[in-house]
């Protein structure tokens, strides 16, 4: 084996490198430095074994093209598990595996499977190098399309090293390409060892694991055992008259994080002079400051954004953003060596290779007469944050952006109105913990089902959610000036089936109401799940809406309520009994409020 000298005095971690080595077997061990020359060299490598296209660099420069393999094209979550010590702790929401077993079984699959390749060790900061708040992982993996993909997501090499010294603590993150086999995949936590093992996928959220599973299922448990959040939430500054007041809102994936972190003003609100500045798109650490409000920060140093949909009315930031040094991945390539998506920038191309790499020209059908897609729903760009021209400039401040709100939402067709806002912070925690859904495609399974996805973290929370929600209601006490909490759901459909709100810059109207609440303003009526905004509360300039859209949009409507209040307690229910009672408490408040108000 060609050994390279570590470039650090950490034995511990030396050791690790070493004992994984041994496993696996690479032929080849090469230590991650963050260089511009380094990067040239991957990608030269990575270009020659096929692995990456070079796009045409007129037109994209600096960019590259991938395509997965075919089954290896979203997060694989009933793969996906925490290895804690106890089933129990890691409660209904999870997949639990004893971590014995885990090492066991996933062992036998990294064993060898090194051998020919080589073996990448990238050392990671999640949030500013040197930032209290920032944790740093080291990701072992075989894989150069990982590599080029975290030194874009995650601030890598010589100078995390540096930050790490000589014994700092770090998440040992090892990932493996093995078959590719789905039979073979194994995505493991264990939080108690503060350890990552992930093998058989190459794809993001499976393979990237200073993302999901470092950044969020890791650091969900290492922020209950310190006292802070780590939430699936986008962050956005809003500036008006010299003024920038920010905001978090939690979606699931696929849901319109990314747009709204980069949403650019309706015409109709031009007069008012916003500026949107974009902070995150995914993942937000939140903890109290000195001055008693709550404060976030974003650990990623990049975009790993859904590309079908992204155009140049939804989301021209985020066009932009990907202009240059980009990965895109699972989309169409062009003849002319340029990319294309459904949804996307022009007219399909006449011809093209689709995210498989068959030829495909526009109209074309499966056997069942469904249209074939060119880019896979859930195929994805990743993008530097610091080419996003609405990047906050104070997206690198170690300390983060103090925080207005706390926006909770779902795709829902019906039930959940435009927008509400939380009685207070308890209820608000109840409000994110009865977050519903439906599926989209950045999962694997049935698109459309409806799930309940609290907090949008269902898939994200390394531990049992009945204790994440007794954290949420435990923070609430430490925070001396709590952000106010809302629920929004841009996605409800009025009785034609339509979607009733046009979203995008659009929601900058509901944000805008937001805002105003938190600042003691803004109108709204009391309803037995919240505060809604009065009809006039919205300002609608220059936005016209079909004929009684509006009152469909902030209508609560009480039958659906009232389902929806005891499929909450029938959710609960799941939780063998470890469901915090303020939640119980919160629900038959609701359930009351229901009832008097069909009797008024
Ligand atoms: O694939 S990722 O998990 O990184 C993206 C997502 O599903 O939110
Ligand atoms: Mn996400």
Known sequence: MAIMTPPTPHSKLKAWVDEMARLCQPDKIVWIDGSEAEKKRLEEEAIASGEVIRLNDKLFPGCLYSRTALNDVARTEHLTYICSKTKADVGPNNNWMAPEEGYRRAGEIFKGSMKGRTMYVIPFSMGVVGS??????????????????????????????????????FTKCLHGKADLDVNKRLILHFPEDNTIWSVGSGYGGNALLGKKCLALRIASHLARKEGWLAEHMLILG??????????????????????LAMMIPPEGLKHKGYKIWTVGDDIAWLRVGPDGRLWAMNPEYGFFGVAPGTNAKSNPTALATIKKNTIFTNVALTKEGGVWWEDGEGPAPAECLDWQGKPWHPGMKDAQGKAIPAAHPNSRFTAPASQCPSISPEWENPKGVPISAIVFGGRRERVAPLVYEAFDWNHGVYVGATVASERTAAQVGKLGEVRRDPMAMLPFCGYNMADYFGHWLDMGKRIPKPPKIFHVNWFRKGSNGKFLWPGFGDNLRVVEWILSRTRGEGEAQKTPIGWVPTPEALDLSGLSLPEGAMDQLLSVDRDDWVQEVDSHNKYFDTFDGRIPAELRRQQAALKDRLKEAVAA
Do not use: H, W
């Open 132 to 169: 209290p708040f920032s944790k740093i992982g080291v990701e072992l993996t075989d894989s150069i399309y990982v590599v080029l993909n975290m030194r874009i997501m995650t601030r890598v090499g010589k100078k995390v090293l540096e930050q790490l010294g000589a014994d700092g603590e």
């Open 238 to 259: 809003i500036e008006k008259g010299g003024k920038t007041e920010y905001i978090t809102a939690a979606f699931p994936s696929a849901c319109g994080k990314t747009n």
